[in-house]
């Protein structure tokens, strides 16, 4: 099974950023970002794939997904600029033995996640 660790999450004020980093045991192609508010359902918020990145309209402008596979490293990346307190939010890392995908897809292997916590 794929294991996904997520790490960098933390407590900022409403303008900071934070990086997360999310740890693959496996090459996979598409990956993404989710996130879950206290009370609220799970939401996309990035993805990348073949065809390239896909972003929620919430965070467009604000973050950015990459990866890093040089040398048998395969981590994904979560760039968070100007972090507001409503992006605060478990955020988890996902994955998917597909070569594309979106929002929607079913990402079969999840990590544990990483608490963001953004005040005003």
């Known amino acids: 099974a794929v294991k996904l660790v997520e790490s960098g999450g933390g407590s900022v004020q409403a303008g900071g950023s934070l990086r997360l980093s999310c740890a693959a045991s496996?090459?996979?192609?598409?990956m993404g970002w989710f996130r879950q508010a206290p009370g609220k359902e799970r939401e996309g918020v990035a993805m990348?794939?073949?065809?390239?990145?896909?972003?929620a309209d919430v965070v467009k402008g604000r973050f950015a997904v990459s990866r890093d596979n040089a040398n048998a490293k395969n981590i994904l990346y979560l760039q968070m600029n100007s972090l507001k307190p409503e992006d605060t939010a478990m955020y988890y890392c996902?994955?998917?033995?597909?070569?594309?995908?979106?929002?929607?897809?079913?990402?079969?292997?999840w990590g544990q996640g990483t608490q963001v916590t953004v005040s005003s």
């Open positions: 496996d090459s996979l192609s598409s």
């Open positions: 990348i794939d073949v065809d390239g990145t896909t972003y």
């Open positions: 996902a994955a998917v033995w597909a070569s594309t995908c979106d929002l929607t897809s079913d990402f079969g292997y």
